[in-house]
């Protein structure tokens, strides 16, 4: 017997489960399957990125993240002599998230599988596909279940979501060009009680090799190493007096070791697909792209591929928007994949600085560039994913305001409340299934403010209502709302801070902003949504 859903989700690693995820926010008819019989044991990926948080908190899930991880805000990097030489502060990060959250990716996987659950939909363990053909109109997926029998899926989309090694990308025959670094590093999760500060990473780099300590909190320590002694290298995992060797050799801190976690060698790859998709199948995550772990980028990068796709996929299920939408998934993500895997290469080269003339540059340069404002700033929104924005995708327009964010750009946080119900929520609870149009009206012009939009929510509600839902956002001290219009009040003047009024902004499901332009010229609203969507 042939099952039929609207998408299958190939892989419950932390991509799998936010693309099923996303998926699902949209109503789709979702299938996620694994052939793993649990989640991963490991600790694995533990940077959280503030991007990926905002992410997190359009998903509805950010809170019980926030609860459980613990936050680093900061990074200390200390030279040859063992003395402090550089530092990054994440305080410059611009989001409602201005840290890096630490969390095993263990207990990324059991929160993001339990609100899958919760919204109705199981992970089907020991599940594997074992092949797959598609035609213009669906995918044929044949997968082998728990018991050992086999079944036919027809999904009119298949997601393959994995892992490095993954069976889709080769089914679609793509290259996974790139290289493997001729570096061995080793890992281990350890308990210690130092002077070291828990809220801040350590990377200590020395002669014979790089060692850094990542705080997950109450004194557990994810710790990485390069260039392990050739002693060690015959190992097959470090033990407890082995890591003990390291830390006294590279660390000018002193502790002691206790409760070895999870340990392992690991080299690093860097390598990318040309392409994310053929016809009906996309590949995402490490199916798409692996790199160094330095950065903590991998699974970020992986989860926003992901709510990049879903609303696209679920307009493009639903016949509701033009070709252009679901093919600038592609053209909005691998130029950001590209640039990870520049990025990490550059920062492994740096911080590994193997050769002495790079460990000169890396000792003198760094505490020169680390207090200079402009380099933190940069830096740090680079790492923490803030910087990522679509201001150059063929699905984004801008026009001109005088101020206040673009198109392309992720829409800005705020807490408002409806004027019925007194509670704040973030904005982004808004976002995640529906585009949203965000109008402020300017109380100096009120109400002709708010009539000259009415056109454009009237068509809004006439012929996109399945797409975009409108909203008047008022401030405080708010006159009477008209019939019939969506209201958010800007309760704490956030709103206000971050966006123009009498301007409209167009937000994307993923919290990006598809459109702005002045209320002035909604004509130019009225042409994007005839040229990218499909009117009721
Ligand atoms: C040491 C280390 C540290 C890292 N640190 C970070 C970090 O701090 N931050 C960060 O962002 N990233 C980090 N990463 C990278 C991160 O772990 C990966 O990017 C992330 O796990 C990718 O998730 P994924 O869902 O794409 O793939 P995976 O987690 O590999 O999941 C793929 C899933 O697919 C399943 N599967 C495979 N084949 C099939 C099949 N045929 N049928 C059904 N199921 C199948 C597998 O069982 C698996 O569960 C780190 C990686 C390593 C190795």
């Known amino acids: 017997m042939t099952t039929k859903v609207d998408a299958l989700v190939v892989g419950a690693g932390p991509v799998g489960l936010s693309m099923a995820a996303a998926l699902l926010a949209q109503?789709?008819?979702?299938?996620?399957?694994?052939?793993?019989?649990?989640?991963?044991?490991?600790?694995?990926?533990?940077?959280?990125?503030a991007r990926t948080l905002e992410v997190l908190e359009i998903a509805g899930s950010?809170?019980?993240?926030?609860?459980?991880?613990?936050?680093?805000?900061?990074?200390?990097?200390?030279?040859?002599?063992?003395?402090?030489?550089?530092?990054?502060?994440?305080?410059?990060?611009?989001?409602?998230?201005p840290f890096i959250l630490t969390l095993p990716q263990s207990e990324t996987e059991r929160i993001l599988g339990d609100h899958l659950r919760s919204n109705g939909l199981e992970i089907e363990r020991q599940t594997t596909l074992v092949s797959f053909e598609q035609s213009d109109f669906a995918v044929l997926?044949?997968?082998?279940?728990?018991?050992?029998?086999?079944?036919?899926?027809?999904?009119?989309?298949?997601?393959?979501?994995?892992?490095?090694?993954?069976?889709?990308?080769?089914?679609?025959?793509?290259?996974f060009a790139g290289k493997t670094f001729d570096l061995h590093f080793l890992l281990g999760d350890v308990h210690f009680e130092s002077a070291?500060?828990?809220?801040?990473?350590?990377?200590?780099?020395?002669?014979?090799?790089?060692?850094?300590?990542?705080?997950?909190?109450?004194?557990?320590?994810?710790?990485?190493?390069?260039?392990?002694?050739?002693?060690?290298?015959?190992?097959?995992?470090?033990?407890?007096?082995?890591?003990?060797?390291i830390v006294d050799g590279r660390s000018s801190a002193k502790m002691k070791l206790s409760h070895l976690g999870w340990t392992t060698y690991f080299r690093v790859n860097s390598r990318m697909v040309e392409r994310l998709r053929r016809g009906r199948v996309f590949v995402l995550g490490d199916a798409a792209h692996i790199h160094s772990p330095a950065l903590a980028q991998g699974m970020n990068t992986g989860i926003q591929d992901a709510w990049n796709l879903g609303w696209k996929l679920a307009l493009a299920q639903q016949c509701l928007a033009q070709q252009a939408v679901l093919d600038s998934f592609e053209q909005e993500r691998l130029p950001i994949e590209h640039n990870v895997l520049k990025m990490t290469e550059f920062t492994q080269n740096m911080i590994t600085?193997?050769?002495?003339?790079?460990?000169?540059?890396?000792?003198?340069?760094?505490?020169?560039?680390?207090?200079?404002?402009?380099?933190?700033?940069?830096?740090?929104?680079?790492?923490?994913?803030?910087?990522?924005?679509?201001?150059?995708?063929?699905?984004?327009?801008?026009?001109?305001?005088?101020n206040g964010p673009h198109a392309g750009e992720f829409a800005p946080g705020a807490l408002v409340s409806r004027p019925e119900k007194k509670a704040k929520a973030p904005l982004a609870s808004l976002f995640g299934r529906q585009?949203?149009?965000?109008?402020?009206?300017?109380?100096?012009?009120?109400?002709?403010?708010?009539?000259?939009?009415?056109?454009?929510?009237?068509?809004?509600?006439?012929?996109?209502?399945?797409?975009?839902?409108?909203?008047?956002?008022?401030?405080?001290?708010?006159?009477?709302?008209?019939?019939?219009?969506?209201?958010?009040?800007?309760?704490?003047?956030?709103?206000?801070?971050?966006?123009?009024?009498?301007?409209?902004?167009?937000?994307?499901?993923?919290?990006?902003?598809?459109?702005?332009?002045?209320?002035?010229?909604?004509?130019?609203?009225?042409?994007?949504?005839?040229?990218?969507?499909?009117?009721?």
Not at 148 to 160: K, M, N, T, V, Y
Not at 208 to 219: S, V
Not at 446 to 473: C, E, M, S
């Open 435 to 536: 585009h949203v149009l965000l109008y402020l009206a300017e109380l100096q012009t009120w109400p002709d403010g708010l009539h000259a939009v009415k056109p454009i929510f009237q068509l809004i509600q006439n012929h996109y209502r399945r797409i975009i839902t409108p909203y008047l956002v008022l401030p405080q001290d708010n006159p009477a709302a008209e019939p019939g219009v969506d209201v958010l009040v800007d309760v704490e003047g956030q709103f206000a801070q971050h966006y123009n009024a009498s301007v409209l902004y167009l937000v994307r499901p993923d919290g990006y902003i598809a459109f702005r332009c002045l209320a002035a010229k909604q004509n130019l609203l009225r042409s994007y949504l005839d040229k990218y969507f499909v009117p009721l």
């Open 196 to 245: 070291l500060s828990e809220d801040h990473a350590h990377v200590f780099g020395r002669p014979d090799g790089l060692l850094a300590f990542f705080p997950l909190g109450k004194g557990r320590y994810r710790l990485v190493a390069d260039n392990p002694p050739e002693h060690l290298r015959t190992e097959r995992k470090p033990t407890l007096g082995q890591w003990q060797e």
């Open 353 to 402: 600085a193997e050769k002495p003339a790079n460990r000169l540059l890396r000792d003198n340069l760094l505490p020169i560039l680390s207090g200079i404002s402009v380099f933190q700033k940069t830096a740090t929104k680079t790492v923490s994913e803030t910087a990522i924005e679509y201001r150059n995708s063929p699905v984004v327009e801008d026009h001109y305001a005088p």
């Open 27 to 49: 109503g789709l008819r979702v299938r996620i399957i694994d052939s793993a019989a649990d989640r991963a044991q490991e600790s694995r990926a533990i940077g959280i990125q």
């Open 141 to 175: 997926a044949r997968i082998t279940l728990s018991d050992g029998r086999q079944e036919e899926i027809s999904a009119d989309w298949l997601l393959g979501c994995d892992g490095a090694r993954s069976k889709v990308r080769e089914a679609l025959g793509l290259q």
């Open 62 to 97: 950010v809170e019980e993240f926030l609860e459980l991880g613990h936050r680093l805000n900061g990074v200390t990097l200390y030279g040859e002599a063992g003395s402090e030489i550089g530092h990054l502060d994440f305080e410059h990060i611009p989001s409602r998230y």
